[in-house]
């Protein structure tokens, strides 16, 4: 076979026809300019890239091994526990802050909620205003504590409307009462009570506001009547517009003193003649700050009467509950006034269905019974 030398390099010995062996060269052989031939010359250049690529590269575990301090040689397992770590204490440092104040920050707001609740645990629970209804009943009659003179008689009686009456009689000084409806629905022992007298019945009505600033609710549940005491009436002119049939307010009612079971609902609805706070009750706080109710009050015939209201209320701070005697603002137990008409006025009127009647001048006319 036959090799080829590289340009310009020495040429290299065939085999002979004799099979001997090549001959060695005796050295570089020159080109015709003498120069040293460039074949031999590569040689050392491409033993040292060899021996550059053949040196062992370092590698990343190594590397890390190195900077975590590991000594050569450490398993697997320790080097990746002692990253991990690592890799957890630089995470620690770079969140340190946001740690802090996180932990800052719940610690804040649980020590701001515990304030919270000790100022609202510190306030009143609730407050109550019991104020006579403003508005003119349907069916009602106006007593006065005097007699009218004859301008006020032709004044009160020249309207034809009721409402300009009452407004008139209001503003002489008299004290507005309500014919109490009969409870149509409520259970018969109460409607054979209150038909029992004889006689309509009438009611001293008054709105009772709860008011409350706590942010946790406050619940009444329950209320008492207490310290009763009732004298003759001093009203001395009856005036009235008796009813012609109608329908319960919404509410509560009661006698004085209570009857069983009293207070009562008068809602014309389920439950009628039924004790209120025996399925309902007064919600204030938690965001509702006021409540109230409606309440007709009947004292007896002829008696002006003064009394008190004891409440039981549950919260958030007083879970099994607690009975409180109401205030005025003052300070001062709450003293509620209810009239009544008094039996024997020296003046009395009635109207509606029939003209204007002195029925203390002519008590057989009709209605006149219904005084």
Known sequence: ??????????????PGGDGGTPAEPTGPSEDS????????ARLPRQQSAAGAGSEPREGLWSIVADTLGLTPGSSPRRRVVTLLVMVSIALVAVFRDALVDYGMTEWNVTRQNDSNKEYDASQQPFTVSVQPEQGEPREWAM???????????RKMTSPRDSSATFSYLKSLGGHPLAYAPLLEHAPKR?????????????????????????SSPVVIDNWKVTDVTCRKSTAQTVVAFPPQGGVAYQGIRL?????ADEPVLTDDTEGQGEPYFGTRYIEVGGGQPSGGIRAEVIAPPGQSCQWGIKVHYNDSYVKEGRWVQLEDRKGRPLR??????????????????VPWTPCHEKPEEPMCDLL
């Open 33 to 40: 300019g003498g120069s040293p031939s460039a074949g031999p």
């Open 336 to 353: 509620i006034r209810t009239e009544s008409a008094p039996e024997n006025p020296r003046q009395s009127w009635v109207s509606g269905a």
């Open 255 to 259: 006698h004085l003193p209570p009857r």
């Open 143 to 153: 007593v006065l504590d005097r007699v009218l003179t004859a301008d006020e008689v």
């Open 190 to 214: 109460y409607t054979r009570e209150q038909m029992s007298t004889g006689r309509l019945e009438l009611s001293d009505t008054f709105k009772m506001i709860v008011l409350s600033t706590r």
């Open 1 to 14: 076979m036959t090799a080829t030398a590289p340009s310009g390099g020495t040429s290299e010995s065939q």
